[in-house]
């Protein structure tokens, strides 16, 4: 099993957990390279646009007469070859937008957070609400990571952790994002990526016994 250091929000090591049961299936290298294909592409809007030699305002009229020139025939300076005339084979400001379907997107976050987690740059912090200034902020990632030369962190927060995004924005090479967002792409170009512990271990309601399953067991026992 994996394991993951929990540090408290001051950078203190608390305890080591294992990783989710989710995240520990076998790495789909090639799904994750799909994946990150296709957020590289969505993230490209596209919109650029050329205009065709109908769409261009010049004269349409022939340019000279078609014979006795000695030169090509032609007939507006709207065409491809002049300067000034349409682009042939442009842009058409045609998007064609790739998807992943949910089982994919979730198996690919899986893959890159179990990545992540064996080349020991994944790490739980605890209480990262009580952080409210970028000195705090600062002070914990100097205490996790050992490498100084460190250019890129992504702190992962949960829903309920809005109050440390001030202390975090101004740390510099610093990527915010809500672990509900959280995709491939952003853990395996994250860099060091510091997770709520809540967000990734979260915590399973116990399962409520019904008063139909404890009456039977009564009737078992005999009472």
């Known amino acids: 099993m994996l394991k993951l250091d929990v540090f408290s929000s001051a950078g203190?090591?608390?305890e080591s957990l294992n990783l989710p049961k989710e995240f520990t299936l076998?790495?789909?290298?090639?799904?994750?390279?799909?994946?990150?294909?296709?957020?590289?592409?969505?993230k490209h809007p596209?919109?650029?646009?050329?205009?065709?030699?109908?769409?261009?305002?010049?004269?349409?009229?022939?340019?000279?007469?078609?014979?006795?020139?000695?030169?090509a025939?032609?007939?507006?300076?709207s065409a491809p070859i002049f300067v000034g005339g349409g682009i042939a084979h442009g842009p058409k400001g045609l998007k064609k937008r790739l998807k992943l379907n949910q089982k994919m997107k979730r198996k690919a976050l899986a893959t890159a957070i179990n990545?992540?987690?064996?080349?020991?740059?994944?790490?739980?912090?605890?209480?990262?609400?009580?952080?409210?200034?970028?000195?705090?902020a600062q002070k914990l990632l100097d205490r996790i990571s050992t490498n100084k030369k460190i250019k890129k962190v992504?702190?992962?927060?949960?829903?309920?952790?809005?109050?440390?995004?001030?202390?975090?924005?101004?740390?510099?090479?610093?990527?915010?994002?809500?672990f509900k967002?959280?995709?491939?792409?952003?853990?395996?170009?994250?860099?060091?990526?510091?997770?709520?512990?809540?967000?990734?271990?979260?915590?399973?309601?116990?399962k409520r016994v019904s008063k139909k399953s404890k009456v039977s067991k009564k009737k078992d026992k005999g009472e």
Do not use: W
Not at 57 to 63: A, E, F, L, P, V
Not at 115 to 134: C, E, G, I, P, Q
Not at 187 to 200: E, R
């Open 12 to 14: 203190v090591k608390k």
């Open 73 to 77: 025939r032609h007939g507006a300076k």
């Open 46 to 71: 596209r919109h650029a646009r050329v205009k065709t030699r109908g769409e261009v305002k010049i004269s349409t009229r022939k340019i000279y007469r078609q014979k006795g020139t000695g030169m």
């Open 181 to 206: 967002n959280l995709n491939a792409h952003d853990i395996f170009f994250g860099g060091l990526v510091l997770v709520d512990k809540d967000a990734l271990i979260k915590k399973r309601p116990k």
């Open 115 to 136: 990545l992540k987690a064996r080349a020991n740059k994944l790490f739980l912090v605890s209480d990262l609400d009580k952080l409210k200034k970028t000195k705090q």
């Open 154 to 178: 992504t702190f992962v927060l949960s829903d309920k952790e809005k109050t440390a995004l001030k202390a975090l924005r101004n740390i510099k090479g610093a990527e915010i994002k809500f």
């Open 26 to 42: 076998k790495p789909n290298r090639k799904l994750l390279s799909q994946a990150i294909r296709v957020y590289e592409d969505n």
